[in-house]
């Protein structure tokens, strides 16, 4: 079974910092895709990056960026110049790209407060 | 292009009733999938429709059920609720097959 683990439950970092949230996930799948979502208080998920697996270059999305090892199957998300409105619950999300599943497999979430 | 709506945003039930939310994917969007949040088990899978068919579905009892119209609209059925289906019922809809966007949810309370 495909599994997402999130080991920070709750993360801080100061306003202007960079700040990295750990994920590693299972899977012996070769190909597959990954995500980090953002949950801010309204309760709304938020896409903030997506990365192919058989893509070997590291995806980035303005002050977002992934550090992504296939062999070592992790997945962390480094937040740069870190803003108030980046406080919010952090998802790592799994899906299998070799059958049409439409099924996200989350992690338990990393919890980050931005303080001023 | 409009994003994910789901409707209604906030519903009280109790307990034995059944409940029906709907989801409306953004245009263009042939799949919809949903989830259950809840802050002890997480987000769980529930099912995925494409084209009206429903192709995947997750471990839930038989009481969850779905259907997806033709203009892509889904909607998701509870019957019998009971106190533990009160959760956050988050839709997402894709037009590629992996980048899932998704609607502001749906708070079922169950009492």
């Known amino acids: ?116 | 292009k409009a994003g994910v709506t789901q409707t209604p945003r906030y519903l009280i039930k109790t307990r034995g009733q059944q409940v029906t939310l709907s989801c409306s994917p953004i245009s263009g969007h042939r799949s919809v999938s949903w989830y259950q949040q809840t802050p002890g088990q997480g987000l769980q899978f529930l099912f995925e429709y494409f084209s009206e068919t429903q192709r995947n579905k997750g471990n839930f009892p038989g009481r969850f059920s779905g259907r997806q119209f033709s203009n892509s609209r889904s909607e998701m059925n509870v019957s019998t609720l009971e106190l533990g289906d009160s959760a956050l019922y988050l839709c997402a809809s894709s037009f590629a097959q992996e980048t899932q966007y998704f609607g502001p949810g749906t708070r079922l309370l169950v009492l």
């Open chain 1, 1 to 116: 079974a495909q599994t997402v683990t999130q080991s920070q439950p709750e993360m801080s970092v100061q306003e202007a910092e960079t700040v990295t949230l750990s994920c590693t996930y299972d899977t012996s799948e070769s190909n597959y895709y990954l995500f980090w979502y953002k949950q801010p208080p309204s309760r709304q998920m938020i896409l903030v990056i997506r990365q192919e697996a058989y893509k070997q270059q590291n995806a980035t999305e303005n002050r977002f960026s992934v550090n992504f090892q296939k062999a070592a199957k992790s997945f962390s998300l480094k937040i740069s110049d870190s803003q108030l409105g980046d406080t919010a619950m952090y998802f790592c999300a799994f899906m299998d790209g070799s059958s049409n599943t439409g099924k996200l497999i989350f992690g338990q979430g990393t919890t980050l407060q931005v303080k001023p």
